[in-house]
């Protein structure tokens, strides 16, 4: 299993632009999420799924828009891309979080962006 | 906002030594969970304890669980200087059988000299 893959590595940007932030996993998780982490900060949610069809906003949801068609993907928009958005971005993913309590999250490698 | 606190935020000890970080939180938990990072890298999970577990070990690790005071602590022994990291706790405070997210602390980086 490759776990959990994120794309791409860095990215540059310039204020105004949007992107998406790829993340894929194939252990069969139903439950996925975004993170920045910022400089001498813990990593803050940005929004979650707990299965294809159903995503909700986290902590820092503002900028950022997510869509859950399949199991495997969870992809990250950056709607208009600003200096305050720079930062590292890891996705995770778990097993079932629908009930139950929370599993042992599998994090990607992290995505670093820069917006000029 | 932050759930869980770290603390101290840096640490620096001799290979061998034995390392403590703490954490503490604000509300009630469901469990607690301590990750490691290493530079420019991704989170690792290394422990989850729950909220009616009071110790857990794991190899070096041993974390103990005190929710009467809201905090927890981490301890590698014989630390080595692949230890060296930056190590956080996340606690899961959601309701049962609602979909729940993990609160991350700000982290302690630990240095492991050789």
């Known amino acids: 299993n490759a776990g959990v893959t994120q794309t791409p590595k860095f990215q540059v940007l310039k204020t105004g632009q949007s992107m998406t932030l790829q993340c894929a996993q194939d252990?069969?998780?139903?439950?996925m999420s975004w993170y920045r982490q910022d400089p001498g900060m813990g990593l803050r949610l940005i929004h979650y799924?707990?299965?294809?069809?159903?995503?909700d906003q986290g902590e820092v949801p503002n900028g950022y828009n997510v869509s859950r068609s399949t199991t495997e993907d969870f992809p990250l928009r950056l709607l208009s891309a600003a200096p305050s958005q720079t930062s590292v971005y890891f996705c995770?993913?778990?097993?079932?979080?629908?009930?139950?309590?929370?599993?042992?999250?599998?994090f990607g490698p992290g995505t670093r962006l820069t917006v000029l | 906002s932050q759930q869980g606190e770290e603390d101290p935020q840096a640490l620096s000890i001799q290979e061998g030594e034995n390392a403590t970080m703490n954490c503490s939180y604000k509300?009630?938990?469901?469990?607690l969970q301590w990750y490691r990072q290493n530079s420019g890298r991704g989170l690792v999970h290394l422990i989850l304890?729950?909220?009616?577990?009071r110790e857990k070990h794991s190899g070096r690790l041993r974390v103990t669980l005190d929710t009467s005071k809201k905090s927890s602590s981490l301890l590698i022994t014989a630390s080595r200087a692949a230890d060296t990291a930056s190590y956080f706790c996340?606690?899961?405070?959601?309701?049962?059988?609602?979909?729940?997210?993990?609160?991350f602390g700000s982290g302690t980086q630990l240095t492991v000299l050789p």
């Open positions: 995770a993913s778990s097993y079932s979080r629908r009930s139950g309590n929370t599993d042992t999250q599998y």
């Open positions: 252990m069969n998780h139903e439950y």
């Open positions: 799924s707990v299965g294809a069809g159903i995503t």
């Open positions: 509300t009630s938990i469901n469990n």
């Open positions: 304890i729950r909220s009616n577990e």
């Open positions: 996340a606690t899961d405070e959601g309701a049962r059988g609602s979909a729940r997210q993990l609160t």
